[in-house]
């Protein structure tokens, strides 16, 4: 029994792996199949975070989980299926942002960013910049972060639910500890030379892989996702 409890829960370590060209699979539902990542900071007066997935789930799922020993929702980028909106948590309050292309079978480009001095969030998806929403002031996010993609933290480090968590594909995982410019989320949009994370650095990405996630080869259209949307998108040109 201990045996096959030791080949069922593989963990493999990486410190400062370049993950270009490279995507995380997710290709089960579990409680368990998860990625840690590991901040090189964890001072985030503000913060933006990008990612790109791609998924056919019907149903809730977690796209960005930071717990801390406070809050355990700490700073989640959470895609509420019944209310049909992806929503940014903040210190346990959060904004929903409906009204989106969220289509199965297709790489999604999303970035999120927050002002813990004005209160601000604003989400970016698929290179079309969403309303700027007032969360409420907050404290800075510096109390011992933990940072998951795969599930969503219910307690600080796990609490983990198999209905939440997410199956598919991930790539590109950048997070900067201030909001970014609007040009260089248009750069990473459409994977042009943008400045990387400099807390979550998907070139240089510390992290630790639990049980069923596999690396692979990030899949030919990842780059192109955005292009018929840019091409109507005036951001594009004014921005960028």
Not at 53 to 60: A, E
Not at 80 to 90: D, F, G, L, T
Not at 218 to 234: A, S
Request: charged share 15%; with cysteine.
């Amino acid at each position: 029994m201990k045996f096959l409890v030791f080949l069922m829960i593989m963990v493999s370590n990486a410190a400062g792996m370049d993950l270009s060209g490279k995507m995380f699979v997710f290709p089960q539902e579990t409680n368990t199949a998860h990625v840690k990542l590991i901040p090189a900071n964890v001072n985030l007066q503000s913060l933006t975070v990008c990612h790109r997935s791609f998924t056919d789930l019907k149903r809730d799922h977690s796209l960005f989980s930071l717990s801390s020993t406070n809050d355990h929702n700490h700073f989640l980028v959470f895609m509420n299926w019944a209310k049909q909106e992806i929503q940014s948590h903040v210190h346990n309050l959060f904004v929903g942002y409906g009204g989106l292309d969220y289509a199965p079978n297709k790489w999604h480009s999303i970035c999120t960013t927050w002002n813990s001095s004005s209160g601000l969030v604003q989400m970016w998806f698929n290179g079309q910049p969403l309303v700027i929403k007032y969360i409420a002031f907050t404290l800075p996010l510096t109390t011992n972060p933990i940072i998951i993609v795969g599930q969503e933290q219910d307690s600080h480090g796990g609490g983990f639910d198999a209905k939440q968590s997410f199956v598919g594909m991930m790539c590109d995982v950048h997070m900067w500890n201030y909001v970014i410019s609007p040009c260089e989320i248009q750069k990473y949009m459409k994977e042009k030379n943008f400045t990387p994370g400099n807390v979550l650095n998907w070139a240089a990405l510390n992290h630790q892989k639990t049980e069923k996630v596999l690396t692979e080869n990030k899949q030919i259209g990842c780059h192109d996702l955005h292009e018929e949307g840019c091409r109507n998108n005036i951001f594009c040109s004014t921005f960028c």
